[in-house]
Protein backbone atom coordinates (compact mmCIF):
# COMPACT_ATOMS: atom_id res chain seq x y z
CA UNK A 1 0.00 0.00 0.00
CA UNK A 2 1.25 3.61 -0.93
CA UNK A 3 -0.25 6.94 0.36
CA UNK A 4 0.06 9.89 -1.59
CA UNK A 5 0.32 13.54 -0.43
CA UNK A 6 0.61 16.37 -2.89
CA UNK A 7 1.96 19.68 -2.80
CA UNK A 8 2.90 22.91 -4.72
CA UNK A 9 -0.42 24.12 -5.56
CA UNK A 10 -1.12 27.73 -5.56
CA UNK A 11 -2.63 30.98 -7.55
CA UNK A 12 -0.05 32.16 -10.55
CA UNK A 13 -0.70 34.41 -13.38
CA UNK A 14 -0.65 33.11 -17.09
CA UNK A 15 2.62 32.20 -18.40
CA UNK A 16 3.87 32.19 -15.25
CA UNK A 17 5.12 28.82 -13.71
CA UNK A 18 5.01 25.74 -10.73
CA UNK A 19 6.24 22.82 -9.70
CA UNK A 20 3.73 19.97 -8.11
CA UNK A 21 5.65 17.41 -5.80
CA UNK A 22 3.51 14.16 -4.88
CA UNK A 23 5.66 12.22 -1.67
CA UNK A 24 4.96 8.80 -0.94
CA UNK A 25 5.19 6.17 1.59
CA UNK A 26 5.92 3.12 1.94
CA UNK A 27 9.18 1.00 0.30
CA UNK A 28 7.82 0.10 -2.65
CA UNK A 29 7.45 3.60 -4.93
CA UNK A 30 9.85 2.55 -7.03
CA UNK A 31 7.56 -0.58 -8.26
CA UNK A 32 4.88 1.84 -9.16
CA UNK A 33 3.97 3.63 -12.25
CA UNK A 34 2.95 7.14 -11.24
CA UNK A 35 0.30 9.65 -12.85
CA UNK A 36 -0.74 13.29 -12.46
CA UNK A 37 -4.43 13.45 -13.12
CA UNK A 38 -6.52 17.01 -12.83
CA UNK A 39 -10.23 17.74 -12.41
CA UNK A 40 -11.90 21.37 -13.27
CA UNK A 41 -15.09 22.22 -11.63
CA UNK A 42 -18.28 20.30 -13.34
CA UNK A 43 -15.59 17.88 -15.11
CA UNK A 44 -14.72 14.96 -15.38
CA UNK A 45 -10.78 13.73 -13.93
CA UNK A 46 -8.42 14.22 -16.95
CA UNK A 47 -4.96 12.31 -17.27
CA UNK A 48 -2.30 14.98 -17.71
CA UNK A 49 1.27 13.05 -17.67
CA UNK A 50 2.66 9.70 -16.59
CA UNK A 51 6.17 8.15 -15.50
CA UNK A 52 6.93 4.62 -15.75
CA UNK A 53 8.73 3.15 -12.73
CA UNK A 54 12.22 3.46 -13.61
CA UNK A 55 11.31 6.84 -15.23
CA UNK A 56 12.61 5.98 -18.82
CA UNK A 57 9.26 6.39 -20.50
CA UNK A 58 6.79 9.55 -20.01
CA UNK A 59 3.67 10.19 -21.15
CA UNK A 60 1.74 13.47 -21.73
CA UNK A 61 -2.10 14.40 -22.76
CA UNK A 62 -1.67 16.59 -25.83
CA UNK A 63 -3.14 20.21 -23.76
CA UNK A 64 -0.04 19.75 -21.86
CA UNK A 65 2.53 18.63 -24.01
CA UNK A 66 5.55 20.75 -24.36
CA UNK A 67 4.82 22.76 -21.56
CA UNK A 68 4.80 20.19 -18.66
CA UNK A 69 7.47 17.93 -17.75
CA UNK A 70 6.74 14.82 -15.20
CA UNK A 71 9.84 13.32 -13.21
CA UNK A 72 10.28 11.35 -10.27
CA UNK A 73 13.38 10.43 -7.77
CA UNK A 74 12.80 7.14 -6.50
CA UNK A 75 15.43 7.76 -3.60
CA UNK A 76 12.91 10.27 -1.86
CA UNK A 77 9.77 8.69 -2.65
CA UNK A 78 8.56 11.75 -4.92
CA UNK A 79 7.26 12.97 -8.17
CA UNK A 80 7.00 15.96 -9.57
CA UNK A 81 5.15 17.90 -12.65
CA UNK A 82 6.52 20.92 -13.39
CA UNK A 83 4.42 22.90 -15.42
CA UNK A 84 5.37 25.76 -17.38
CA UNK A 85 3.38 28.59 -19.59
CA UNK A 86 0.18 27.87 -17.43
CA UNK A 87 -3.04 28.92 -19.34
CA UNK A 88 -6.36 29.74 -17.44
CA UNK A 89 -7.49 26.14 -18.81
CA UNK A 90 -4.90 24.90 -16.44
CA UNK A 91 -7.02 25.68 -13.59
CA UNK A 92 -8.38 22.59 -11.19
CA UNK A 93 -7.42 20.57 -9.01
CA UNK A 94 -3.89 18.35 -9.63
CA UNK A 95 -4.20 14.88 -8.19
CA UNK A 96 -1.23 12.31 -8.45
CA UNK A 97 -2.14 8.85 -8.34
CA UNK A 98 -0.15 5.18 -8.31
CA UNK A 99 -0.59 2.09 -10.48
CA UNK A 100 1.38 -1.18 -9.60
CA UNK A 101 1.69 -2.49 -13.70
CA UNK A 102 1.84 0.80 -15.76
CA UNK A 103 0.69 4.18 -16.59
CA UNK A 104 -2.82 4.34 -18.09
CA UNK A 105 -4.76 7.10 -19.02
CA UNK A 106 -8.61 5.76 -17.17
CA UNK A 107 -8.85 7.50 -13.55
CA UNK A 108 -10.48 3.82 -12.75
CA UNK A 109 -7.01 2.11 -12.81
CA UNK A 110 -5.50 3.42 -10.39
CA UNK A 111 -5.26 2.40 -6.85
CA UNK A 112 -4.53 4.52 -4.52
CA UNK A 113 -4.52 8.62 -4.63
CA UNK A 114 -3.29 11.93 -2.54
CA UNK A 115 -5.82 14.36 -1.60
CA UNK A 116 -5.31 17.06 -4.42
CA UNK A 117 -3.52 20.08 -4.71
CA UNK A 118 -5.40 23.26 -6.21
CA UNK A 119 -4.02 25.18 -8.90
CA UNK A 120 -5.28 28.13 -9.79
CA UNK A 121 -4.13 30.43 -13.08
CA UNK A 122 -5.46 34.00 -13.47
CA UNK A 123 -5.42 36.06 -17.04
Known amino acids: QVQLVESGGGLVQAGGSLRLSCAAS????????MAWFRQAPGKEREFVAGISQTGGHTYYSDPVKGRFTISRDNAKNTVYLQMNSLKPEDTAVYYC????????????????WGQGTQVTVSS
Open 97 to 112: AANSAYVYRTPRTYNY
Open 26 to 33: GRTFSTYA
